[in-house]
Structure formats: C-alpha cells, structure tokens
C-alpha cells in the first residue's frame, strides 16, 4: 500500500440549493478528498492551514477517518477558510457569494516528514504557486501526481499553472476547463493538447455525466450512475477526485487499466457526496453502501453487443 499527500483547502462553506440552505459547515478540498480516500484504508495525510475558530470536532472527524492531521497548521489568531455558494435550479451552475481567503491567504504548506516520500501526491484546487512548492518539498519522485485545477487560476496565474502542469502525471478538470485551457471545444483534442503540457493521464469531469479519461489515443468513459435525489454538488469534484487517489494509492498500480478502475471508484463515491449536504452523506458512508453502489455501476455498464 502506497501512502498518500493530500494537499488543499480544509473550509467552511455555507450552501443555498434549491433544496434548502446550510450556516456555515464543514468543507474544503482536502476535506473530502481525504474523507472519500479514507474508504481505501490508505495511510493518508492532510497539508492545510486553518484559523483558530476552526472546531477540534471537525479536526476529529478526520482523525477518526485515519487521516494523518499533522500537516494541518493551526493558526490560532486567524480565521478560517469561507466560501458560500448558490446553486441555480439545474445543479449545473452557481453563484459564488462570499471568497474569505482569511489564513490561506499566506499559506506556507509543510508536508510532514515522513510523509516526504509518498508514493501518491494529491494536489488539490490551490494557487499553483503552493502546488509546486509541495513537489518541492518530496524527497523521492512519486509515483504518480494527481492535480486539480480550475478556471480561476487559468485566468490570473495561467504562466504557473503551464509550470506546475509539467511536473504532474494526471490532471483531473472539468469539461469548461479543458476548453477554457486549450481553447479547443472538442474533448478529445483538448485532452492531446493538455497532454502536450505534460500530464500522460487526463481525466475530464462532467458532471452528472460521467468522465472521460484519456491516456495517449486511448478513452475510456465512466457514465454517471442516475440518482433519484441529488441535494448538494458540493465537495463531488474533489470526492471524485479522492476515491481516484484513494484506489491508486491502495493497489499501488498506476497502469491506464487500473485507473479505469479508479475513475469508476471515484465515480462511485461522488454519488454519494451529492445526496446531502456537505460532508454529511460522507462522513455516515458505510463501505457495504460503496460495494452495493459498484455493483449497480457493473450492471449499468457491462453487457455483450451480439454482432450481426
């Protein structure tokens, strides 16, 4: 079993859908990457920063998850991360009410020691800036290093971010981004051109439907799995994003087959993340819930074609 960096945002969100509305909450990229990644029993830790008004519960919850909290610096005279959030009524889009950087503004990440040879790095929707310095701080080559971006990066520190994408294995966007990236509407020729930049893996979310992964002139796509209730789509990108991580990081190997397996993993997880709010469904998902997810996944997906 390989260990596992998870680098990235540990928040408060505050949430509007049109199913109901939340205070502030638990949330963060990091947050449920790790929670989503803890399923695999991986030996995982956490890099964030936090502001004394963060709650020790929350600290926790993601302790009792067997994530290694020790890389999450506490600055007691700060606040925390806040974001908040409206979703339109197709879940699709929204609207970003309140950015509070607070003590991520200056955030410095210190991978804890014996975390530094990790095989699997997983950086988290960040200024690339502090991605970069993470690959820094490794002692040895990972394995594999998974990153995750988003528009807003492409359009205030687009240089950094051509930089930090060398450097990776697999990137994981959605479907705006890819185009946004490369400039290309179609996916497929966005994927080879994002795999010029660098990456050998590139794997496109699209939301309720599915993601593609893409690997040199080979695509493989994962549908997603029809839900009768979807009440939050926050926290799916990244739950996706953890499950990918989690499963590589538990089988040790990074083969484009394997990483079918992972994308559907990762799939798998995320359509719990977005039947609650928050971290709720996450945090109450049992492992029995996951295996009976995958199976109607397999059914969904595999059957013979008769060739006439």
């Known amino acids: 079993m390989s260990k596992l960096v998870i680098v990235g945002t540990v928040a408060f969100d505050a949430i509007e859908t049109p199913f109901g509305k939340t205070d502030?909450?638990?949330?963060?990229?990091?947050?449920?990457i790790g929670l989503s990644a803890s399923h695999f029993n991986v030996d995982a830790a956490a890099v964030s920063i936090v502001g004394g008004d963060f709650p020790q519960d929350y600290l926790d919850l993601l302790s009792d998850k067997n994530i290694d909290i020790s890389g999450i610096e506490i600055v007691k005279e700060?606040?925390?991360?806040?974001?908040?959030?409206k979703y339109h009524n197709d879940m699709n889009s929204r609207d970003t009410l309140v950015t509070e950087l607070n003590t991520l503004a200056d955030f410095n990440p210190l991978v804890p020691e014996n975390y530094k040879d990790s095989e699997i790095v997983m950086l988290g929707n960040l200024h690339p800036l502090v991605q970069s310095?993470?690959?820094?701080?490794?002692?040895?080559?990972?394995?594999l290093v998974i990153l995750d971006t988003m528009n807003f990066w492409m359009d205030c520190a687009l240089d950094d971010l051509l930089n930090v994408i060398k450097r990776i294995d697999v990137i994981t966007i959605n479907d705006e981004e890819a185009r946004q990236l490369t400039g290309e509407y179609s996916l497929v020729v966005a994927a080879r051109k994002i795999h010029e930049m660098g990456p050998k893996y590139v794997v496109?979310?699209?939301?309720?439907?599915?993601?593609?992964?893409?690997?040199?002139?080979?695509?493989?796509?994962?549908p997603?799995?029809?839900?009768?209730?979807?009440?939050?789509?926050?926290?799916a990108g990244d739950t996706f994003a953890g499950g990918f991580a989690g499963y590589i990081a538990k089988t040790g190997d990074?083969?484009?087959?394997?990483?079918?397996?992972?994308?559907?993993?990762?799939?798998?997880?995320?359509s719990f993340c977005v039947e609650k709010f928050g971290t709720e469904r996450m945090l109450n998902l049992t492992n029995n819930e996951v295996h009976k997810r995958l199976m109607q996944f397999k059914q969904l997906t595999q059957f013979e074609i008769e060739l006439t």
């Open 24 to 32: 502030k909450i638990l949330g963060g990229a990091a947050t449920y």
């Open 78 to 85: 700060g606040k925390t991360f806040f974001w908040s959030g």
């Open 133 to 143: 310095s993470v690959l820094d701080q490794m002692t040895t080559k990972p394995k």
């Open 204 to 222: 496109i979310k699209k939301g309720e439907h599915g993601a593609l992964l893409f690997y040199n002139e080979h695509v493989f796509y994962a």
């Open 224 to 235: 997603a799995l029809p839900l009768e209730e979807v009440f939050d789509p926050t926290g």
């Open 254 to 270: 990074v083969s484009f087959e394997n990483m079918k397996n992972a994308v559907i993993y990762g799939s798998t997880l995320a």
